[in-house]
Nanobody, 116 residues
Framework: VQLQASGGGLVQAGGSLKLSCEASGNIFVINAMSWYRQPPGKQRELVATITNAGSPNYADSVKGRFTISRDNHHDTMYLQMNSLKPDDTAVYYC???????????WGQGTQVTVSS
């Protein structure tokens, strides 16, 4: 499984961005998918997760502002980010669990920068 993240950029505080994560390869092994982020000088943290059935969960810091979703074919995941804050500045990574093996797949990061 390969994951390709895109959609990052520079935005002013209060603005919006939509990230995409496209999966390719043996996508049928994918179970839950997640977005993580790593702010400058900090550890990577979980932002949101969506199960194979489409059930979302969010970190408290993004609840009410971010929306995670997946398309019907489960080969693309999205993160709609609204009301962005400077604290949201980070490299955002997508992640997928393998339903058959204890394996996790990571995409390359996409930079999100929110200016004040």
């Amino acid at each position: 499984v390969q994951l390709q993240a895109s959609g990052g950029g520079l935005v002013q505080a209060g603005g919006s961005l939509k990230l995409s994560c496209e999966a390719s390869g043996n996508i049928f092994v994918i179970n839950a998918m997640s977005w993580y982020r790593q702010p400058p000088g900090k550890q990577r943290e979980l932002v949101a997760t969506i199960t194979n059935a489409g059930s979302p969960n969010y970190a408290d810091s993004v609840k009410g502002r971010f929306t995670i979703s997946r398309d019907n074919h489960h080969d693309t995941m999205y993160l709609q980010m609204n009301s962005l804050k400077p604290d949201d500045t980070a490299v955002y990574y997508c992640n997928a669990d393998d339903r058959y093996r204890p394996e996790v797949y990571w995409g390359q990061g996409t930079q999100v920068t929110v200016s004040s």
